[in-house]
């Protein structure tokens, strides 16, 4: 038998030699891999809007120092929600992971895990997030639970529509309403924004992700952005980043932010105009390494947004 991370085993973009494959029994690293935990980016994506509605509904509340409880459910909750996203993401294409060489080896088409147990896997992930839920202001708990309808349709939007990455962002950045809510127990112009911000946000990055199976995709049938721009990628990619930037920073400023709020967001566009010098739409590695780094642009945005709601 292969050891757990071994190259027949480990899915194609996961991390090498993770935690998850060398600690967890052999019976639970399928559930793991279920929940991407061995590919944290996933969860980071899912996170930092959560912490940006956070840290900028302090700003607008006076400042001070974010509830470092709720920052604590916001992690735990990411994890567990993007595992539950993954999951059903993977029941919903169990048909279609087999076919492409990325996905090929994922628990469900690898005869791992069958379709009853992710079933089981799902219903029981989604509790743990509800009990999560539950520790927020009631419309917050009204809220977050409205985002489910978004997560129930993405698996299917790459089927009938050349924007499922779109969808993909209505999900992912709903943390924003939510954190601001966590603060204020209502939502205002100024999460809606950050939440307007944080879709092309996706947009953006997330073409950049889809570039590694476009050709794939293209073979069974299944669609995406980067089909959709093809050799115009790039010139997408600088208007989400740039719609992105503009979005967030309007944002802050309706939030009240000062200037170290503004200055984060300006450092996040440079990093913004790195991963636009260096995108090579036929270079998988490289927009898998491009993907990964906008961990790095969510926390410049939430750092200066803390920074901004400490100092001022």
């Known amino acids: 038998m292969s050891k757990a991370g071994h190259p027949e085993t480990r899915i194609a973009d996961a991390l090498p030699d993770h935690w998850a494959d060398r600690a967890l029994p052999g019976w639970a690293r399928p559930y793991a891999r279920l929940m991407r935990l061995e590919r944290p980016?996933?969860?980071?994506?899912?996170?930092?809007?959560?912490?940006?509605?956070?840290?900028?509904?302090?700003?607008?509340?006076?400042?001070?120092?974010?509830?470092?409880?709720?920052?604590?459910?916001?992690?735990?909750?990411?994890?567990?929600?993007?595992?539950?996203?993954?999951?059903?993401?993977?029941?919903?294409?169990?048909?279609?992971?087999?076919?492409?060489?990325?996905?090929?080896?994922?628990?469900?088409?690898?005869?791992q895990v069958s379709v009853k147990q992710a079933l089981a896997f799902l219903v029981l992930l989604c509790l743990l997030g509800l009990v999560i839920l539950l520790q927020f202001n009631w419309f917050t708990v009204v809220t977050g639970a409205a985002s489910l309808l978004v997560v129930a349709v993405y698996p299917f939007m790459k089927r009938i529509t050349y924007w499922p990455q779109?969808?993909?962002?209505?999900?992912?950045?709903?943390?924003?309403?939510?954190?601001?809510?966590?603060?204020?127990g209502t939502l205002s112009p100024a999460p809606l924004l950050l939440y307007a911000g944080g879709v092309s946000w996706t947009l953006a990055y997330d073409t950049i992700y889809a570039h590694q199976d476009k050709e794939d995709d293209a073979l069974i049938g299944l669609k995406s952005t980067a089909l959709k721009f093809g050799d115009r990628s790039l010139w997408w990619l600088a208007v989400f980043f740039a719609l992105a930037i503009a979005l967030i920073d309007a944002a802050a400023w309706l939030a009240g932010g000062s200037i170290i709020a503004h200055v984060g967001v300006a450092a996040a566009a440079l990093q913004a105009a790195w991963q636009l010098a260096r995108f090579a739409p036929d270079n998988g590695p490289r927009c898998l390494e491009l993907f990964r780094s906008n961990r790095i642009f969510g926390l410049i945005i939430s750092f200066g947004f803390l920074l901004d709601s400490l100092l001022i």
């Open 41 to 111: 980016i996933g969860w980071w994506l899912l996170l930092l809007p959560c912490w940006w509605g956070l840290t900028l509904g302090q700003i607008a509340n006076g400042g001070g120092l974010p509830s470092p409880w709720y920052a604590l459910l916001f992690l735990v909750g990411a994890i567990i929600m993007r595992g539950a996203g993954c999951t059903l993401n993977d029941i919903a294409d169990r048909n279609f992971d087999g076919r492409v060489e990325r996905t090929r080896l994922r628990p469900i088409p690898a005869g």
């Open 166 to 184: 779109a969808v993909l962002g209505l999900a992912f950045n709903w943390g924003a309403l939510v954190g601001w809510s966590a603060v204020h």
